[in-house]
Structures are given as structure tokens and as C-alpha cells.
């Protein structure tokens, strides 16, 4: 005797029957991830690129509202500067072999279910071993990169640039005979992002991402107490933003588990019957499956593991938000300066929409399981009185979507720095910078509405993690742990003539991921900045500065090494989309930029 699923013959045989209350600590949401963090490299300043960024002891022209306000006192008259900047980015991602952890999972599998797909000869149906097909990945061996420019998220929604090139300004004016100097800037603090193809393998990383933050108003008042002591005080007004795409499979021990013969269409234990699963199916009186309330057949609904069951997408921004900015510079000798300058924490909060759409074959079984006797009357209700929401079958069959808060903290940093004029040609700068991302950790999505997979996330969360990873059926409170920074930044100057200037510059930047808590969805890591540069004085009392610089960060995460990325602990529901699989990153940046200044 067989049995037809609609998909696949198998033999008749028993088998123990999977309740569906064991998928509730297993189905996991897949958490968000970040983009790379490019502290001050977005600034697009000629001058500090050059030099590694090691500018805090000497200001850069208008941009020293960025990097250290007091150095507005060194721009004389009025001024007005245009810069550009042109980037080249890349993000890869190699997706290798799986280690022991996957492949004995598979092979257990296959061992467990293998007498159930033999046909009544013991042949294997389709002359394939079980899970040949259901366990294979596409992505196994593959290579992931970043398609054409960034992607930036702007008043009007995200958008995917050609090239990575931009265009900002400002301006400056030293009333004649006054201490003080006043001016404004427009500049980016951070703006980063990247987006993949849609058959991308790493499109599960991350498919489309962005965040911005643009200073696009900063006025600012600089006071020179003496020749050697200045002060520079600007208030920031910035347009912040962030969108993201995010294809999601979670290939989790318990998705393997949808494809056991039970869940597909083994017979129940009285093969006698018309093979009745309790609870998933109803069978008519002409001995075929009838379609549930909602006119779908569980019983031909087979979910495997690497099936792409769901999409976030989401844009949120906000139009004004505050952050301000404090320098101090000193200058004891003609060839001596020393620098410190503060950039305010800014508390972003952010309103916009998100889509969570739910895809089949997962949400038909997820409708079928909920479409089950008793599970709204007896589950639903049951749980809901001791305050654990489940979705009823037609909250998971209507698409999520509404509105959408996203509030996240970017981070305060302080930045000290000397310049020491060695000989009459040379001059040699060094900075320290600290930036606290640790307060970048903790980012809050707070949904409009209460969301089927969130609902499905929180039980999982609850019973494998103690709600450690805050997700609840309306909101995911997630803690990246990123770790405080420290680094330095050294830059020289060599005066070629009367009129030019060559520059060169270094930095060392660590990685804000720690060590034990590393992250394969933050591609950029340890990462060592190389630049070189010019200036050049043109006539009447113009200026030019051009810097080209380069950057790169190389990661490799061995199998179940990262949390958020090749996992393999079951208990980890937060996203293993990569699961036991090796991983290996690399981001490449080259910049080009050009900065101009005249008196007016």
C-alpha cells in the first residue's frame, strides 16, 4: 500500500508523529545586521584622508567643524569650499564547505530516514539516497560581491548608486579685527551601504542596506582667546536614515526537521487507516486530503531547509536631529600645536514602513499548522491567558506591513592630537581618537503592529535563550555587543615648494566586533587606512587639496564560529543562515577626493 502526498510515493510504514508544539523553540527571526563602520572616512576632506585623519591638532579648512571646531579661527576673511568625493567599493563574501557540525546533521538525517525511501524492495525512490535533494544549498562554494556603487538611504527612499561619488560645501567669515569666526558645513558622519544581486548567495547577509547620517546645517562659532588658545563650539543639524532588504532562510536543525517523513507524508502509525496524520489533515469520503478553512492541503507541503521563507524590508528617517560638536586648540610655539575636540553621541529615532511578508512553502504549513482542531480555541487562547502570543492561520496569511520606529544611538568620540613642525619642511601630526560603539549595540525596531514571525520568534526566544535576544511579537531589541575603540593615526607633510604641499598618512583601525563574539554579517573588521595627497596654493588666494586613499579589511570565520552568521548551536535562533558553513570576508575602499577654496 502507498501513499500519495502530491509530491512524492513513499512506502507505508510507521512512524511516531511530531507534535506541533516542538517547532515553537525552534523558529527563529532572523535579527539585523550592520553595514560596515567607516568612522570619518565619509567626510570627504582632502586634507585629513591625506594624513591619516590626524588632523586634530591641525585643523582642516572648513571641515575642522568635523574634526575640531576651534580651527575655524585659522580661516581669515570670507571663504567659501566645495569638495567632491569619488569611492570605490567592495564587499565580498566566500561561502565554503561545511564543517563536521553540518555534515554530520545531514548524514543523520539521511541515516534516520533512510528505510522510510525505500520503495517495497528495498530500492530507493528516484535511485537517490534520502536528503540528496532536500538538504542540498546553493550557496555551498560560492562567492558573494557587492553590485556597481553604494546604496544610500535619502529623503526619498534607498537608493543604489552607479558610482560612489558626492558633492558638499560650505562657507566661513572672519569679521575684520574680531576674535571670533563663524561658519557652516555640509558633511556625512556616516554613510555607508552596499547591495547584492537578486540570486546573490549573500543576499541572506544582507541584500540591500544603507545608513546615513548627513550634516546638512552646522553653525559654528570659533573664539580665539589668544594667539595660542582658541575655541570652537557647532551645533549640528542632521537628516538621519537607514533601509534594508533582507531575504530570510534559517537553515536551523528544526527546518531540517520539516522535511522527517512524518511532517511530509510517511504514514501515520495505523497504516491500516487512510494514514490520517492527527491534527494536519482531513481526509473525504472519496479517501482524498480536503483542503483546510483556508482551501490548502498541508499534506503536500514540504519546507526544506535552505528555503528562503520570508523578506524584511524597510525604510525609516528623520528629517532634524541634534548633535553638536567641541574643539580646543593650543598652539605654545609657532611649530608646536596640540588639539582635542569632542563629536556628540546623537539619539537617532526614526519613522518610516516595513513589509515582512511571509513565503510559501513555509507559510502554507504555517497556515496548515495553525488551520489544525483546537489550535486557536486550545493553543492560542490557552498560551495568550498566560501572556504568549501565536498567530491564528489568518494573521500568517495576510502580509505584515506598517508603520515602523527604529532608534539607535551613534556614538560619541573624543580625538586628541599634536603637530610638531619638525624641520622648516617637514611636520609631523599624531592622533588618538576613541569612539564608544558599545552605545551603537543597542538597536530597538519597534513594529507598528504585532508581526506573525515575530510572535513565532519571541516563544523560540523565550524557550531557547530566556528572551535574551528581545524579540517579542511587536518589537526586537537587539544587542549587537560591539567594544569601544581606540586607535591612532599618523600623517606627514612635506613642503615641495613655495606653493605645494605633498601628504602622506596611516591608520590601524580595529574592529569594534570582539574577539569572542565575532559577527559574519559585519564585513568590516581590523582594517588599515594607506593615503597620499597634495595642496596647492593657486593665485589670488585660491586652493586646491587632492588625497587618494585606500583601505582594507580581511576576516575569516571558520565553521559555527559566529553568532550571527555560520552558527551551530541549536539553541541559537538568532539567524544562522549560514549554518556550520566556513566563511571568509573582505571589503576593499578606494577614495578620490578634491577639495577647492577661494576668498570672496
Not at 106 to 118: F, L, S, V
Not at 232 to 250: A, H, Q
Not at 314 to 331: C, S
Request: hydrophobic content about 35%; glycine content about 10%; proline content about 8%.
Amino acid at each position: 500500500m502507498k501513499y500519495e502526498t502530491g509530491l512524492t510515493t513513499y512506502p507505508s510504514k510507521k512512524y511516531a508523529k511530531l507534535k506541533p508544539g516542538l517547532f515553537l523553540g525552534a523558529l527563529g527571526f532572523s535579527q539585523l545586521a550592520l553595514a560596515s563602520f567607516t568612522d570619518s572616512i565619509t567626510i570627504g576632506n582632502p586634507k585629513a584622508l591625506a594624513l591619516g585623519h590626524a588632523v586634530t591638532a591641525d585643523p582642516p579648512d572648513i571641515d575642522s567643524i568635523h574634526f575640531n571646531p576651534a580651527g575655524l579661527t585659522r580661516l581669515k576673511g570670507r571663504q567659501m569650499f566645495l569638495k567632491g568625493i569619488v569611492g570605490v567599493f567592495s564587499t565580498e563574501m566566500e561561502l565554503g564547505e561545511y564543517g563536521d557540525y553540518t555534515t554530520d546533521l545531514i548524514e543523520n538525517y539521511r541515516a534516520q530516514y533512510d528505510d522510510a525511501y525505500r520503495d517495497d524492495n528495498g530500492n530507493y525512490l528516484y535511485g537517490k539516497r534520502p536528503y540528496d535533494e532536500y538538504a542540498y544549498d546553493p550557496v555551498l562554494n560560492t562567492k558573494s560581491e557587492s553590485e556597481g556603487g553604494p546604496t544610500l538611504m535619502l529623503p526619498g527612499g534607498m537608493v543604489d548608486l552607479p558610482i560612489g561619488a558626492g558633492v558638499a560645501g560650505g562657507a566661513s567669515y572672519n569679521p575684520p579685527g574680531s576674535r571670533f569666526t563663524f561658519g557652516t558645513n555640509v558633511y556625512a558622519p556616516l554613510m555607508n551601504g552596499f547591495h547584492r544581486s537578486d540570486d546573490d548567495p549573500g543576499r541572506f547577509a544582507q541584500q540591500r542596506v544603507a545608513f546615513t547620517l548627513i550634516t546638512y546645517f552646522s553653525p559654528t562659532i570659533a573664539y580665539e582667546f589668544s594667539d595660542e588658545l582658541s575655541m570652537g563650539v557647532s551645533i549640528n543639524f542632521n537628516y538621519s536614515g537607514m533601509g534594508m532588504e533582507l531575504p530570510i532562510r534559517e537553515p536551523h536543525e528544526a527546518i531540517f526537521l520539516l522535511g522527517s517523513p512524518t511532517i511530509t507524508g510517511i504514514p501515520g502509525e495505523n497504516p491500516g487507516d487512510p494514514m490520517e496524520r492527527e491534527g494536519f489533515c482531513e481526509i473525504g469520503e472519496d479517501g482524498t486530503f480536503v483542503p483546510n478553512s483556508l482551501g490548502i492541503d498541508v499534506c503536500t507541503t514540504e519546507v526544506p531547509p535552505y528555503t528562503q521563507f520570508g523578506e524584511l524590508r524597510f525604510e525609516v528617517d528623520q528629517n532634524i536631529v541634534l548633535g553638536y560638536n567641541f574643539g580646543l586648540l593650543w598652539e605654545p610655539q609657532p611649530w608646536l600645536s596640540f588639539g582635542l575636540s569632542y563629536n556628540s553621541a546623537v539619539d537617532v529615532e526614526m519613522d518610516g514602513e516595513f513589509a515582512f511578508p511571509i513565503h510559501d512553502p513555509f507559510k502554507t504549513f504555517l497556515i496548515n499548522l495553525q488551520s489544525s482542531p483546537g489550535w486557536e480555541e486550545v493553543v492560542v487562547n490557552g498560551l495568550g491567558a498566560l501572556g504568549v502570543k501565536l498567530p491564528t492561520a489568518e494573521q500568517t496569511a495576510v502580509d505584515a506591513e506598517g508603520p515602523l520606529t527604529v532608534s539607535y544611538q551613534v556614538p560619541q568620540r573624543w580625538n586628541v592630537g599634536m603637530s610638531l613642525q619638525v624641520t622648516p619642511n617637514w611636520k609631523v601630526n599624531v592622533d588618538y581618537r576613541w569612539t564608544e560603539w558599545s552605545a551603537f549595540s543597542d538597536i530597538n525596531l519597534k513594529f507598528g503592529i504585532d508581526v506573525p514571525l515575530l510572535m513565532w520568534g519571541s516563544v523560540a526566544d523565550q524557550v531557547a535563550n530566556g528572551a535574551r535576544n528581545g524579540i517579542s511579537p511587536d518589537e526586537v531589541a537587539y544587542k549587537l555587543g560591539l567594544q569601544d575603540v581606540g586607535y591612532w593615526g599618523f600623517g606627514t607633510e612635506y613642503r615641495y615648494s613655495q606653493n605645494l604641499v605633498l601628504r602622506a598618512g596611516f591608520e590601524d583601525r580595529p574592529s569594534a566586533v570582539p574577539d569572542d563574539a565575532p559577527n559574519a554579517f559585519i564585513p568590516m573588521n581590523d582594517a588599515k587606512l594607506y593615503s597620499v595627497g597634495f595642496g596647492y596654493d593657486l593665485p589670488e588666494q585660491r586652493h586646491i587639496d587632492f588625497a587618494f586613499g585606500y583601505m582594507k579589511s580581511e576576516t575569516h570565520f571558520p565553521p559555527c564560529s559566529a553568532q550571527l552568521g555560520n552558527a551551530c548551536n541549536p539553541y541559537n535562533v538568532v539567524y544562522p543562515v549560514y549554518t556550520g558553513q566556513d566563511i571568509k570576508t573582505k571589503v576593499e575602499v578606494m577614495l578620490f577626493e578634491l577639495g577647492f577654496s577661494q576668498h570672496f
